[in-house]
């Protein structure tokens, strides 16, 4: 990045080429170097420059040129390392290199700063030492509240790296601070040894499909450079469904509604009946007792009646005529001398 200039300050056709060419590199690479004079480092193009490198993602390597020019070396070393840090905290310990291309001085030291940012840059952090991380965190420096209500975080993975991108879950993201998702970067920088590494975060909560629009929905909150295409697709995505479940549930208690209202009751128009007629009973005559009139056959008959009833004696019959009084047959007698 040596000899970049302002946009204002450039006029001619080749260096403007040159710009548009430095900063499309930039964008393609992974690390770079951003060239400094050793008397006017980090000025306000070169600031410029480094926060155009950590918002596209990439890692910086400061390269502080002609040291052999420079009186008391070492203070001056400690000096550029002080305002590197103070005036670039999202890439606070990124490697400083002071060399000379004229003496050779620290050349070796350069390529070798740039393979080990290079390999933090592609690091991935296990999700159980992630969360650990995270207890201790919020333990050593709880969230603020908002409103009367603190925000809890909950669980913490990593998405992806190069540069390390993390997600955070946790209540009421929409209300995170900024001042606590930097609290987060450095922390994550100083406990897993990342220096000089861009660091992202995304904040989510989670859905409630019951809240009003815009109170206590899941919101992606894209802290670093503002949200990406595929976070705002996705808030469209999430926007559209909370809207349909409200729909479905408004519907639902619509119909629970009607099912339990009555219906109404129609009355029918009523008929006039005429009251039903007395009846008169007729009460039968009485019967008249019916008086057999006797004839001679019956009474001759009755006399008959009363003749079989007259009982005989045994006086009258005859011995021949007498039955046994068994009512069987007669037993012969036994000849005597018999048992």
């Not at 000025?43 to 890692?59: H, K, N, P, S, Y």
């Not at 965190?137 to 990593?158: F, L, T």
């Not at 601070?177 to 989670?206: A, N, Q």
Request: glycine share 6%.
């Amino acid at each position: 990045t040596a000899g970049l200039r302002r946009k204002a300050r450039v006029q001619e056709t080749l260096e403007k080429l040159s710009t548009s060419d430095t900063i499309r590199a930039i964008t393609f690479a992974e690390v770079v170097i951003l060239v400094m004079d050793a008397n006017n480092a980090f000025e306000t193009q070169d600031l410029q420059i480094a926060d155009l490198i950590e918002r596209e993602g990439r890692g910086v390597v400061f390269c502080i040129a002609k040291w052999d020019l420079v009186e008391n070396p070492q203070e001056r070393l400690a000096e550029l390392r002080e305002i590197a840090d103070r005036m670039l905290p999202q890439v606070r310990g990124a490697p400083l290199v002071a060399l000379s291309a004229e003496t050779g001085r620290n050349l070796d030291k350069l390529m070798p700063a740039v393979f080990q940012l290079h390999k933090n840059w592609s690091t991935k952090v296990k999700t159980r030492d992630l969360n650990d991380w995270l207890a201790m965190a919020v333990q050593r420096h709880p969230p603020p509240a908002v409103n009367g209500k603190r925000i809890k975080p909950k669980y913490a993975a990593q998405l992806k790296g190069r540069p390390p991108t993390f997600v955070l879950f946790a209540s009421r993201a929409e209300h995170m601070p900024d001042h606590y998702r930097r609290y987060l970067i450095h922390s994550i920088r100083e406990s897993f040894d990342l220096p000089g590494v861009p660091i992202r975060i995304t904040i989510k909560s989670g859905k409630n499909p019951y809240a009003e629009e815009g109170d206590g929905n899941r919101r992606q909150v894209h802290r670093e450079g503002g949200p990406s295409k595929s976070s705002v697709k996705k808030a469209e995505q999430r926007k559209k469904q909370t809207k349909e479940i409200v729909e479905a549930k408004e519907a639902r208690e619509a119909e629970a509604k009607a099912a339990a209202t009555p219906a109404p009751v129609v009355e029918k128009p009523t008929k006039t009946v005429n009251p039903p007629k007395a009846r008169t009973i007729r009460k039968k005559p009485a019967a008249k007792p019916v008086v057999k009139k006797a004839t001679a056959k019956a009474a001759a008959a009755k006399g008959r009646k009363h003749a079989a009833r007259v009982p005989t004696t045994n006086k009258l019959r005859k011995p021949a005529d007498r039955k046994p009084a068994t009512g069987g047959k007669a037993k012969a007698k036994r000849p005597p001398g018999r048992k």
